[in-house]
């Protein structure tokens, strides 16, 4: 079986309501919605919440609903503790029919196609020794190289040591001087049960994705944490968005 989970919380510290901020007329948590439902490798579909608002969203559209506890809603609660939990409540709902892979999505991440998701199933199939496949986006204007941290005396010093990145005295400010910078952008995770049976042996930031990472690469991902972001989404969605649904 192929089963889908998708994640959202009632709480927000940076944008309170976002995943049911409007995009070109429709809550954000509607298109990773319809986009996992489109998918016909997938078999199942669940969204684990607390909020009633993505409920009502999921159950108009036939969505299996997981709620999500309150340990696992607060503002310290790691999304992929949460992803641990909804993968176990659907192993229990589905005794007899054993999980090939997990199509984790976020509801803030409207920017994920039909066709990356079925890129990155094709590819856990294909290739044994992957964990799981991700999308990706460029962002070289973001380099490690270009980012800054305060001191304690509130001054600007680099986030990385440029060391990191060869001679300093070779390095310069063209921000694709280093290559290309690949985001993970959290339109979908594509895993194997393992990663989430063995979280703690998965690459930091996102343990989730275990340790042998495909890229499916796509243009502009982003999850929606901040109110500006919104129209870059928008704009996201009316050229790339490839969902074909009932109106």
């Known amino acids: 079986m192929i089963a889908a989970l998708l994640l959202g919380r009632k709480g927000s510290r940076g944008f309170p309501g976002k995943n049911t901020v409007s995009i ?7 298109y990773p919605m319809q986009t996992a439902l489109a998918v016909s490798e997938i078999d199942r579909v669940y969204l684990s919440t607390d909020d009633p608002k993505l409920m009502q969203i ?3 559209l036939g969505i299996e609903i997981i709620k999500r506890p309150e340990y696992l ?6 999304g992929e503790h949460a992803y641990v939990h909804g993968y176990e409540e659907i192993k229990r709902l589905n005794p007899n029919h054993p999980i090939e892979v997990m199509v984790l999505l976020f509801c803030n991440a409207a920017t994920v196609s039909v066709l990356a ?7 856990l ?5 992957l964990d799981s496949a991700v999308t990706v986006s460029r962002y070289n204007m973001w380099s490690p190289l270009r980012a800054r941290r305060k001191d304690s005396k509130g001054c600007l010093q680099p986030f990385v040591p440029f060391e990191v990145f060869g001679d300093p005295k ?9 290559g290309d910078v690949w985001y993970a952008d959290m339109g979908c995770s594509i895993v194997r049960p393992h990663c ?13 994705m275990g340790q042998k990472i495909a890229p499916i690469y796509q243009e502009a991902g982003c999850d929606i944490d901040y109110e500006w972001q919104v129209p870059v989404v928008e704009w996201w969605v009316q050229k790339y968005w490839d969902v074909e649904y009932k109106k």
Do not use: F, V
């Open 24 to 30: 070109l007329g429709r809550p954000l948590a509607w």
């Open 196 to 208: 989430l049976e063995n979280l703690e042996e998965g690459l930091l930031p996102q343990k989730w």
């Open 170 to 178: 070779t390095l310069n400010c063209d921000r694709d001087s280093q």
């Open 125 to 129: 199939k294909s290739q044994s020794s």
């Open 117 to 123: 998701i079925r890129q990155g199933i094709a590819m």
């Open 58 to 60: 999921a159950d108009d």
């Open 73 to 78: 809603a607060n503002d310290e609660a790691l």
